[in-house]
């Protein structure tokens, strides 16, 4: 009969998590698309039109130069930029977002990419689309959360500074390899000589008018005004999309010049492998010198590159739907598994790891997007391009690309948060800067490991050394010390309890002087484990040798049991009535102590 029962039970629990996972809200929760497709109608298809337009004239040239940035040839960065629109538009939960390749990626790439063989980049976009997808299936989203904001800030803004040093040999026209920014602006100041004035002017002359176009968005004019006539809203707007299409404009115009100027004038980009991207399985091995290098040795080669790049995509796409979700609540679940596909896919395409980009979802939502269907248009101006203008993207200078990547990363600096986190909380700077630093002068991933740890050890300080007021409460008549009001602010665990012991023995034989009644508030006490109430069973001993009184106060049920499964007579006062009371008691008691002392020496 039990048999039956249990199963019975075991088919019921099946049968109710079959029925919530094919239900229609789950349909719509983990299949977004279905959400929004039945309500598009044209007002979308204007909106998401122009804003894919617009993406893709950003995606196209950065997609370039974060290929270079990562190491391989610029083909791959393209490969990069489009099967993530495609899956983003069924699976994404939030219609700003667009995914493809990031500098932070990028750079990430460079750092696990043996020597610079692309098998080692594609093979991380599949695996890190497997671990981001089981990280979701598994409900661990929470893990970010233990990643806080200071050492996001303070990664962020290292690797911002990591790729633009690393930009510099571009644009001075220089090649030399550096795998660190001191290393970087040493190698610099070594070959400042071999400097090529043609390749310096451009980039810098490319610099300036991505920085005044970028600025251009924000003046007066080109916001539509309710009043406007309709070719004053189309110059309105063109001034717009010129602004937000600036790098598309500058990599051309480059492209241009490059072209009508001699040869030899300017360090060229060089030849694309034209034509889109066979669509086949990732590489599980790959050769080096003649010698085939197997799936395990891959991966060993690889380290600690298959947890941290996740992790770091993750991180973006997460904060960036954070960022633009407009007040809603983010399913972070959602975005895991949309993310996990879009790398999963994208390895078959050749993909390098990709995840959310701030500054292109920052242009789709200013661009006046309405749904995830924008990323089909950029998606198909990518493939578009990759079919037809790659032949003419050989003239493309690496100056200008170099100048396309340190005006998209000078901007990810976030020295804006430090006076913020410093007046929120102090500590929080330690974090910050630590993280940073090691970034900076070490490697981004212990950057990352470092910011955690640093965390976590205030985290864990907090726990273990809680604060403790101590108070004394007199008696109605003022007359002398009612009891000794000892309240701990934090929990009471195995990591805490010495510390509050010694506070509350500190108190009784302190402020009580060994006599006077000591009450420890524990409203704060969500919780006890079995150190902790071995701890607080000899506290009780030690004031009971004493003879001195010890009362407990507001005690939750969980609690109360837990400190009276070892504490047989533990006093617990429900109320401030039933304080008087054991006060009353404990100097009844302590008058007979007296009395059989005084007896005893008589």
């Given amino acids: ?85 495609f899956v983003y538009m069924f699976l994404g939960s939030c219609k700003d977002i667009t995914i493809g390749p990031t500098a932070i990626m990028s750079i990430m790439t460079h750092e696990y990419s043996v020597d610079k063989n692309p098998d080692y980049a594609i093979l991380l976009c599949f695996l890190s689309g ?12 929470f893990l970010i959360t233990f990643i806080s904001k200071p050492v996001i ?44 004035w043609q390749d310096l002017t451009l980039g810098l002359c490319s610099i300036v008018v991505l920085l005044l176009m970028r600025k251009l968005k924000d003046l007066k004019i080109t916001k539509v005004q309710p009043d406007d006539s309709t070719y004053v809203r189309i110059g309105r707007k063109m001034l717009f999309l010129i602004s937000v299409g600036r790098n598309a404009i500058v990599v051309i ?9 001699k040869s030899d004038t300017f360090t060229l980009t060089g030849d694309i492998e034209a034509g889109l991207p066979a669509f086949k399985a990732p590489p599980f091995s790959t050769w080096d010198n003649g010698t085939e290098i197997y799936f395990s040795e891959m991966v060993s080669n690889v380290g600690a590159g298959i947890i941290i790049i996740p992790l770091i995509s993750i991180l973006e796409s997460i904060a960036i739907a954070s960022a633009f979700a407009g007040g809603k609540t983010i399913d972070a679940t959602q975005e895991m598994y949309a993310l996990g596909m879009c790398n999963i896919l994208g390895a078959f395409v050749q993909s390098i790891p990709v995840t959310g980009s701030f500054s292109r979802t920052a242009v789709n939502s200013t661009s006046g997007v309405k749904t995830p269907a924008g990323g089909i248009v950029t998606g198909l101006l990518v ?43 102090q500590l929080d700077q330690i974090p ?99 150190t902790a109430t071995k701890g607080m069973k000899s506290l009780c001993q030690d004031f009971e040798r004493r003879h001195q009184p010890l009362v407990f106060t507001n005690v939750t049920p969980g609690v109360e049991r837990g400190l009276c499964s070892l504490i047989d007579d533990i006093v617990i006062a429900r109320s401030s009535d039933q304080i008087d009371a054991a006060y009353k008691i404990c ?14 020496h008589s």
């Fill in 432 to 530: 910050l800067w630590g993280t940073f630093l090691t970034c900076l002068f070490w490697k981004l991933e212990f950057g990352i490991l470092v910011g955690v740890g640093i965390n976590l050890a205030i985290l864990l300080y907090g726990v273990a050394r809680p604060k403790v007021n101590v108070s004394t409460v007199l008696r109605k008549d003022e007359s002398g010390p009612h009891y000794v009001l000892v309240e701990p602010r934090s929990g009471l665990f195995f990591p805490s309890v010495d510390h509050i012991r010694g506070q509350v023995t500190k108190a009784g034989v302190g402020p009580a002087e060994s006599s006077v009644m000591v009450v420890v508030d524990c409203k704060h006490f969500t919780g006890i484990d079995y």
């Fill in 153 to 196: 800030a303070g990664f962020t803004s290292a690797a911002a500074i990591s790729i633009a040093s690393s930009q510099l040999k571009g644009l001075f026209g220089l090649s030399y390899q550096s795998e660190s920014v001191i290393e970087a602006f040493s190698k610099l100041f070594e070959n400042i000589g071999d400097t090529r």
């Fill in 130 to 141: 497997i671990i981001i997808f089981a990280a979701a299936v598994c409900n661990l989203g």
């Fill in 253 to 261: 115009v480059a492209g241009i010049i490059a072209f009508a100027a």
């Fill in 1 to 85: 009969m039990n048999q039956n029962s249990n199963t019975r039970s075991v088919s019921d629990i099946v049968q109710a998590r079959a029925r919530k996972f094919f239900s229609k809200k789950t349909l719509h929760q983990r299949l977004p698309i279905t959400q929004w497709l039945p309500k598009y109608n044209l007002e979308s298809l204007e909106g998401d039109m122009v804003a894919g337009l617009t993406v893709g004239l950003t995606v196209i040239p950065q997609g370039i130069a974060y290929a270079l940035v990562a190491g391989l040839t610029p083909n791959y960065g393209l490969y990069s930029a489009f099967m993530g629109c």
């Fill in 587 to 600: 100097q009844h008691l302590q008058l007979l102590n007296r009395y059989a002392v005084s007896s005893k």
């Fill in 383 to 425: 493939v578009l391009a990759l079919a037809f203008l790659t032949p003419y993207f050989k003239y493309i200078p690496k100056a200008t690309l170099s100048a396309v990547i340190i005006c998209a990363v000078i901007f990810m600096v976030e020295y804006e948060t430090v006076r913020p986190i410093w007046k929120a909380r």
